[in-house]
């Protein structure tokens, strides 16, 4: 019904920044909110930052000032701004959404596919 397909992932220094984005696409209606979670090896998925339609934001306290979520919502797009990356935002980056199949439906909620992003000297 809905595909989440994420990019922007990938192997970068201590310190660098990553853009990543996440197309949603199918039967949509409209999609509430948007948000990525990431996954670390050992641990369990956490939210990092949610984004709503009228762009309220909110973050985990660890990538606050140093993460950005966008949207665009003409273009059912969410984007993550990382700068001053750490080892320690090594994980798995999913791409959330709470959509909405029909002006009648309940929200669904659906995820990508995730993409991996490793911060390494």
């Known amino acids: 019904q809905v595909q989440l397909v994420e990019s922007g992932g990938g192997l970068v220094q201590p310190g660098g920044s990553l853009r990543l984005s996440c197309t949603a696409s199918g039967r949509i209606f409209s999609i509430n909110v948007m948000a990525w979670y990431r996954q670390a090896p050992g641990k369990q998925r956490e939210l990092v930052a949610g984004?709503?339609?009228?762009?309220?934001?909110n973050y985990v306290d660890s990538v606050k000032g140093r993460f950005t979520i966008s949207r665009d919502n003409a273009k059912n797009t969410v984007y993550l701004q990382m700068n001053s990356l750490q080892p320690e935002d090594t994980a798995v980056y999913y791409c959330?959404?709470?959509?909405?199949?029909?002006?009648?439906?309940?929200?669904?909620?659906?995820w990508g596919q995730g993409t991996q992003v490793t911060v390494s000297s």
């Open positions: 984004i709503t339609a009228a762009g309220s934001t």
């Open positions: 959330n959404a709470d959509v909405l199949l029909t002006a009648w439906s309940n929200l669904h909620d659906f």
